[in-house]
Each structure stands twice: as structure tokens, then as C-alpha cells.
């Protein structure tokens, strides 16, 4: 009889045991993916604070209209991909306009012409420029644009009228 109570109370400590173990692992791995939560969040707000951007020497041309995008905060700005332009014609509605690594022509797509390379090709280094293009829907001759970097920092700018 003794060696049951002693069976018993030994597997109901390596139960107690195990479930500790489970609890603490599991309270250790949620405070783990907590912290890097956070260390990501705040890379990216720093990275955000230190990235700005400029339009200029926007000009209409037929069915496009070309404008330089300056790079005038201190972080490389390398995904342009994930770069909105947004554009309005005069209405409520805004059109966005998607990146295209080369000039189409296709209404609604914008891509770059050339870039003003000193340090890293391909990436907007700070102080630099690059050159844009984006074709709009005829018709629609636009009145105003917005570049909005991946990181959510933007610029606008009216177009002036020929």
C-alpha cells in the first residue's frame, strides 16, 4: 500500500512538475515575441522620423506629365514598389497609380526615367533626385500629386496648367 501512495505522489509531482515547465516556457515565449514586437515598431517609427521627401519641376506633356522626387531626409529610400501616387484631376475622386520598372505608356502607371546616382545605384540616397513619369487617363489631365514613400511619409504638389 505504501509503495502506491509513493507512485502516486511521485507521478503527481512530474505532473506538477510539467505543467510549470509548459506555463513558464509559454509566458517566456509571448514576452520574447512581445519585446520584438515592440524593437520592430520602433525601428520603423525612427525610420520614419528620419525620412522626407520633395516634388519639383513637375511639367505636363501630351498625355504624361514628368516631376523629380528629391530625397531630403537622412534614410535611403529603396522600395519603390510599394510608393503610391496618388493624383487628382479637379474632382472628389482620386486615381492612384502604380510603378512599373519600365515606361509603358499604359494610363494610370507611373515609372522612373533616371536617377541622379552618386553613392548606391537603384536606392534614393539622401540629397538625391530621380526623375518620374506617370501617364494619366486622357481626359483627365491632373491638378495635384501626392508620393507616399512605404514607410508613410509623403509629399504633394499642385500641377501647374501649360
Not at 512581445?34 to 521627401?53: F, G, N, P, W
Amino acid at each position: 500500500m505504501a509503495v502506491a501512495e509513493l507512485i502516486g505522489a511521485t507521478v503527481g509531482v512530474i505532473i506538477l512538475v510539467l505543467v510549470a515547465y509548459i506555463l513558464i516556457g509559454s509566458t517566456l515565449s509571448t514576452a520574447q515575441t512581445v519585446a520584438e514586437a515592440q524593437k520592430d515598431l520602433t525601428l520603423m517609427d525612427e525610420s520614419r522620423l528620419r525620412t522626407d521627401i520633395a516634388i519639383s519641376n513637375i511639367s505636363e506633356n501630351g498625355d504624361m506629365f514628368t516631376f523629380e522626387i528629391t530625397n531630403t531626409g537622412s534614410e535611403v529610400i529603396s522600395d519603390f514598389t510599394h510608393m503610391d501616387i496618388l493624383v487628382n484631376n479637379g474632382t472628389a475622386d482620386y486615381a492612384e497609380y502604380m510603378y512599373t520598372k519600365t515606361s509603358t505608356g499604359v494610363p494610370g502607371t507611373w515609372t522612373i526615367d533616371g536617377f541622379n546616382q552618386n553613392l548606391h545605384p537603384g536606392r534614393l540616397d539622401p540629397g538625391e533626385k530621380i526623375s518620374c513619369n506617370a501617364t494619366y487617363y486622357p481626359g483627365e489631365a491632373p491638378v495635384w500629386i501626392q508620393v507616399t514613400t512605404g514607410n508613410g511619409v509623403y509629399a504633394s504638389a499642385y500641377i501647374a496648367s501649360p
